[in-house]
């Protein structure tokens, strides 16, 4: 499976493996035909977006280990669905976003100035 290319144009780099993420759970916000969430927006996971993603239906925090799903604490990175990361721009609370590892597919419904607006670096 080709893991395609980042919002900047060069090659997709890994957003995290420890917790293991993506869809595909292979570190990469890679997508597929299968992933119908498009799991592909990097983030740097904060308290106020775990608060917000609970308040809205989708606790992060409680981990699922019969899904793979360990948790998420501020810190953490993690390959989020374009979509919630579109709500919560709008309502303000977007988490940071590490450019290198989010999928240029992002770019079908985020514009990368919302994106870079709220860009970190890989390192953190």
Same mark, same amino acid.
């Given at each position: ?6 919002? !900047? ?11 293991? $993420?993506?869809?595909?759970? $292979? ?7 299968? @992933?119908?969430? !498009? ?11 775990? +608060? ?8 992060? $925090? ?7 799903? #360990?948790?998420?604490? #501020?810190? @953490?990175? =993690? ?5 919630? =990361? ?7 609370? +977007?988490? #940071?976003?590490?450019?290198?590892? $989010? ?22």
């Amino acid at each position: 499976m080709n893991k395609g290319k980042n919002v !900047l144009g060069s090659d997709l780099q890994c957003c995290c493996t420890a917790p293991m $993420t993506g869809f595909y759970r $292979t570190g990469y916000c890679e997508t597929g035909g299968e @992933d119908q969430g !498009l799991h592909i927006v990097c983030i740097l996971v904060n308290e106020e977006f775990l +608060a917000f993603s609970q308040a809205v239906g989708n606790d992060l $925090t409680t981990p699922m280990p019969g899904g793979g799903f #360990p948790g998420l604490k #501020p810190g @953490d990175k =993690w390959c989020l669905c374009v979509e919630r =990361w579109q709500q919560a721009l709008a309502a303000g609370v +977007a988490p #940071p976003v590490i450019l290198e590892a $989010t999928h240029m597919s992002t770019l079908e419904f985020v514009s990368l100035e919302d994106l870079q607006a709220h860009a970190v670096a890989a390192e953190q």
